[in-house]
């Protein structure tokens, strides 16, 4: 018999989830001592009915919030109808969700999968076949230090930080790994066998570090003259997140990449991923050669589908509401010397500290604000698409509190 767990309880809630876990699950997961519950708009809520402003949104994930309306009500309505068909069949919403992401992206052709990783797994694919039909010494793939591109092994094997790597190598043979920003570095790595050039527009994992325009530009440059693909991957950045439908239309002409991979926020928290490819990276992949079971469901779909016509309206409050926040902050970071630097575009945005930031995400959990640290040393803000300047200074308001309390600890100053 399972063990189900009450909830509406005190802490004793936290103590039996954790002893259970700790029996009967891998223990890969550092989870902060928090057992939720369940949302609505921008807060979730614990097992004990505490509030907490929802900066984090599951890591990206949840851009409309919780329990938006128009969700809930799609989500009874298709569960009663069908929940998986396969792609064994036709089912009415992957066409209209593929012409939506082609008006949206510039690009063709979409793949549909479930997560961000296995979206990074077919990109690459994408790329080794377009390098196998022109020769079989051009399979290398160009990625940043410092990237953060899933858990899979293809998507680990480009992926620019050594911590996540070391335990599972050897690795996919042909990545080669080069400094984000630096056109030079580039240019001396990037040659005939070359397959595929991975950029993340702004790194997130990374510490929310976003890529110059011209960097870009040079990378698509380069990819062009060598005839490999140019593999953007919009997981974090993209759909919304930098208040334009992909981050790489932040530039102006647009920088367009022949891949392009997106999922966190595409179908808020029903898994989605997808592949968008021009018909040039799309012809790479033909019949049999790539598949998913779950992949591109009539659920997922149709969430997505509605979360892209909400966030047609929401794209110039993204922009503005980015602007408002990270003014905000910046105002905070007169006050406060360990605060380094505030990076970011629209709704992605990150504090870095003269400090790790674990204790003070610790500390705004118990002040009722969720958000997280990365890369040692950046408070990282995923806020949802919905937040308003309301929320916005409320998190502020916490966030300054949190900062007088860290000015006081020793290890600060
Ligand atoms: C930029 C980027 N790529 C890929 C991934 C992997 O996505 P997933 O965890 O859905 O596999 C992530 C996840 O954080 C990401 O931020």
Known sequence: MSTVLPVHEDTSAL?????????????NYARYPLVLDRGKGCYVYDTSGKRYLDFITGIGVNALGHAHPRLVKLIREQAGRMLHSSNLYYHAYQGPLAERLAKASGLRRTFFCNSGTESMEGALKMAR??????????????????????????????????????DFEPLLPGARFVPPNDEIALEQVVNEHTAGIVIE?????????????????????????????????????GVGRVGKHFAYQLSDPV????????????????????????????????????GSTFGGGPLACRVALEFMDILDELLPHIDRMGCYFRAKLEELQKQFHFIREVRGHGLMVGVELAFPGKQLVLDAIEQGLLINCTHETVLRFLPPYI???????????????????????????
């Not at 051009?138 to 094997?157: M, P």
């Not at 928290?269 to 992949?285: E, H, K, T």
């Not at 300054?400 to 600060?412: E, G, P, Q, Y």
Request: glycine share 8%; hydrophobic share 40%.
């Open 15 to 27: 103590d039996r989830v954790r002893a259970l876990e700790s029996e009967y699950l891998l223990q």
């Open 129 to 166: 076949a377009h390098g196998h039909k022109i020769d079989s010494e051009k399979f290398e793939i160009v990625a940043l230090h410092n990237s953060f591109h899933g858990r899979t092994l293809g998507a680990l094997s480009i992926t620019g930080q050594e911590k996540y790597r070391r």
């Open 201 to 237: 527009w702004i790194q997130g994992e990374g510490g929310i570090f976003p890529m110059s325009i011209e960097y870009v530009r040079k990378a698509r440059e380069l990819a062009d003259r060598y005839d490999a693909l140019l593999v953007f991957d919009e997981i974090q950045c």
């Open 387 to 413: 937040a308003t300047e309301k929320e916005i200074d409320r998190a502020v308001s916490i966030l300054k509190r949190l900062f007088k309390l860290a000015a006081k600890r020793d290890d600060v100053n």
């Open 255 to 290: 920088v367009l990449p022949d891949v392009m991979v997106a999922a966190k926020p595409l179908a808020c928290g029903i898994p989605l991923g997808v592949i968008v490819a021009n018909d040039r990276a799309a012809q790479s992949i033909g019949s049999g050669m790539h």
